[in-house]
């Protein structure tokens, strides 16, 4: 069976300090990963997503960036935090085609100071 | 290149009541149609998704109709439960496009 695993589950962090955060997707070769972010009360925005190793589209960039080291691999990074980063990290993938669902992970929250 | 939108932000009912949130879609290639549910500090999980043209989809008590002639694929329940409280997104992913094209999300709250 496919699991999605992101960390952390949370993290709390200072405006200017740099951020990774992660997503392993097993069970599964080759999926489209994706990365969304959502700020407290708010709706799900698009941020990258990624078809293949090493091949990463932004949606919106937020003064992120993202990166698909392996193929069940994907990040996402900043150098220095804003205070507008904080909300919920949602990592998602699905198999490819038209018709193909996304699976999301339990996502990550982020709090900065 | 493609769209969702769901017209209402945020929808009030009292338990026992029908749910209809709305979503169209604008798109010029072949499409499916997904409805996600996320309850309050929880991940989205998918709902419904389309089956073919004017045909009914149904889930966990809620049910949807991809109806191609007015791009639309609204979800519907005949009763409202305090638990059917949650953000709803409408989504729809196209032959022409890698990626989901989400709406803005419709808040559901139910009140005894």
């Known amino acids: 069976a496919q699991t999605i695993h992101q960390w952390p589950v949370a993290e709390i962090k200072a405006v200017g300090s740099p951020l990774s955060l992660g997503c392993t997707i097993k069970g599964k070769s080759s999926p489209n990963l994706y990365w969304y972010w959502q700020a407290t009360g708010g709706t799900l925005q698009q941020l990258f997503y990624?078809?293949?190793?090493?091949?990463v589209e932004s949606v919106v960039q937020l003064n992120l960036s993202a990166s698909r080291p392996k193929d069940d691999q994907f990040i996402l990074s900043t150098e220095k935090l804003l205070l507008s980063h904080s909300g919920f990290y949602l990592c998602?993938?699905?198999?490819?085609?038209?018709?193909?669902?996304?699976?999301f992970g339990h996502g990550t929250k982020l709090s900065v100071l | 290149g493609d769209s969702v939108t769901q017209t209402e932000g945020l929808v009030t009912l009292t338990e026992g009541l029908p749910v209809m949130l709305n979503c169209t879609y604008q798109?010029?290639?072949?499409?499916?149609l997904f409805w996600y549910v996320q309850h309050l500090n929880e991940a989205p999980k998918l709902l419904l998704k389309?089956?073919?043209?004017?045909k009914r989809t149904e889930h966990q008590g809620f049910h949807a109709t991809l109806h191609k002639s007015s791009s639309s694929f609204h979800l519907q329940k005949s009763s409202a439960q305090l638990s059917d409280s949650a953000l709803y997104y409408c989504a729809l992913t196209s032959g022409g496009n890698y990626k989901p094209t989400f709406g803005k999300g419709t808040s559901l709250v139910v009140h005894p």
């Open positions: 798109t010029a290639y072949s499409t499916f």
């Open positions: 998602a993938w699905s198999l490819r085609g038209a018709n193909e669902r996304l699976f």
């Open positions: 990624s078809i293949t190793v090493g091949q």
């Open positions: 389309s089956s073919t043209d004017n």
